[in-house]
């Protein structure tokens, strides 16, 4: 499978733990992206890289979030403290910069906190 | 920021009849406006998209139009089938290399046979 793959597809954490996410673009994209998608949403964008640079992060990233992508291939996602508000499904996606390129998705990874 | 707003919320439609879903957006600035589908438990996925330099685009059965003007567009899938049911995100970017898309809420399109 040549696409966006995710991993775990789903995580049940007790609050308070920490949860990492791993994303694995489609091999030739430099562009990775993690949104976040909670029921009856749209989702709502967390962050982006640039090959292995951290270009934008949102307001909704809060200090317990950190995302990596350190040779500028996969990336990971870990959140720490988990609260209940972190339930959500967490997606990445991929793109080949210029103008033009479409964004795909993966299928995403659902958290559940307990 | 951008804010994008979609409607209908959900919409039922005869199989065979024409559906379309509506999106604003505030940012005038805003030049890339894709739609995706998402059915349930599965990924969104890109159905079509339009650039600010186009008023409309059509592909097969469906159709994106945009009023840069009222900064709005729309989404028209004619001819519907069951398998168009699933939940549709509009999304806008006033980035053209798609750097951060704001979505819509999603409108929960249900054909019915």
């Known amino acids: 499978d040549t696409g966006v793959s995710q991993d775990p597809r789903h995580k049940i954490t007790k609050r308070g733990q920490n949860v990492t996410f791993r994303c694995d673009p489609i091999?030739?994209?430099?562009?990775l992206y993690w949104y976040r998608q909670t029921l009856g949403q749209g989702p709502e964008f967390l962050t982006y890289?640039?090959?292995?640079?951290?270009?934008?992060k949102s307001r909704l990233l809060s200090d317990r979030f950190s995302a990596e992508r350190p040779k500028g291939s996969f990336s990971t996602l870990e959140i720490q403290r988990t609260e209940q508000g972190d339930s959500a499904m967490y997606l990445c996606a991929s793109s080949l910069s210029g103008s033009g390129n479409t964004i795909y998705f993966g299928e995403g990874s659902w958290l559940t906190v307990v | 920021g951008e804010n994008v707003e979609q409607h209908p919320s959900t919409l039922s439609v005869q199989e065979g009849d024409s559906a379309v879903i509506k999106c604003t957006y505030s940012d005038s600035a805003s030049n890339y406006f894709p739609w995706y589908k998402q059915e349930l438990g599965k990924r969104p996925q890109l159905i079509i998209d339009i650039r600010s330099n186009v008023g409309e685009k059509k592909d097969q059965r469906i159709a994106v139009t945009l009023n840069k003007t009222a900064k709005h567009f729309s989404l028209h899938i004619t001819e519907t089938q069951p398998e168009d049911s699933a939940v549709y995100f509009c999304?806008?970017?006033?980035?053209?290399?798609?750097?951060?898309?704001?979505f819509g809420t999603g409108t929960r399109l249900t054909i019915i046979p």
């Open positions: 890289f640039q090959n292995e640079a951290q270009l934008e």
């Open positions: 999304a806008a970017t006033a980035n053209f290399g798609n750097e951060k898309l704001t």
């Open positions: 091999s030739e994209h430099n562009r």
